[in-house]
């Protein structure tokens, strides 16, 4: 498994001790069972985005703590030059790159995320978390869909949506596509 996904979950399992409950516990949190917990703090699997936010929503941590181990430090201003934010890689499919890792209280987790075209046999991978979400493709072609609808979004189009509702993206015509997510 990916390096950066086994970080991820020591960083995980940390808060989980620091807090001192059980793997029980934050499973019932998560609304998942004892093993996909297990699972996701052993590092064997990959660690949504969205379910990383609910942990971080739920034990009051910043997200780049739980994604990068880094507390932001900025709190007037953060610059994230082009193609310099901090990237996670969870699988080889998606890759993100944080723009504003370093800005301590932030409202929003802004991202810039780049998800590889996978066969059309592959099932789309569902997310939900708490908040709102802002997606604007920048490249490429891609499906979205959200709470069992489907739309094809294009370069230059936009989507906001409710967050908590069952939603996912995949990259259309067999090319990358690149967006900025805005998750609230």
Avoid: W
């Avoid at 020591?10 to 808060?15: I, N, S, V």
């Avoid at 998560?30 to 969205?50: A, N, T």
């Avoid at 080889?92 to 075209?117: C, M, T």
């Avoid at 709470?147 to 989507?159: A, P, R, T, Y």
Wanted: glycine share 8%; with cysteine.
């Amino acid at each position: 498994m990916n390096e950066q996904i086994k970080q991820i979950a020591e960083r995980l399992r940390g808060l989980r001790e620091v807090l001192d409950l059980t793997e029980q516990e934050v499973a019932d949190t998560c609304k998942m069972s004892l093993r996909e917990y297990q699972e996701m703090e052993s590092g064997k699997v990959v660690i949504s985005v969205s379910m990383l936010q609910n942990i971080s929503h739920e034990y009051g941590i910043s997200l780049d703590v739980l994604m990068f181990g880094e507390e932001p430090k900025m709190s007037t201003y953060f610059l994230t030059r082009a193609g310099k934010g901090v990237s996670v890689e969870r699988t080889k499919a998606y890759k993100y790159q944080s723009l504003a890792a370093g800005f301590r209280g932030r409202k929003a987790d802004p991202f810039i995320v780049l998800v590889e075209p996978v066969s059309e046999e592959t099932s789309m991978q569902i997310n939900t978390h708490v908040g709102q979400e802002f997606n604007m493709v920048i490249d490429g072609r891609m499906l979205i869909n959200i709470n069992g609808k489907d739309m094809i979004l294009n370069e230059g189009d936009s989507l906001y949506f409710n967050s908590e509702l069952p939603h996912g993206m995949k990259a259309l015509d067999n090319k990358p596509v690149r967006f900025l997510a805005i998750i609230i």
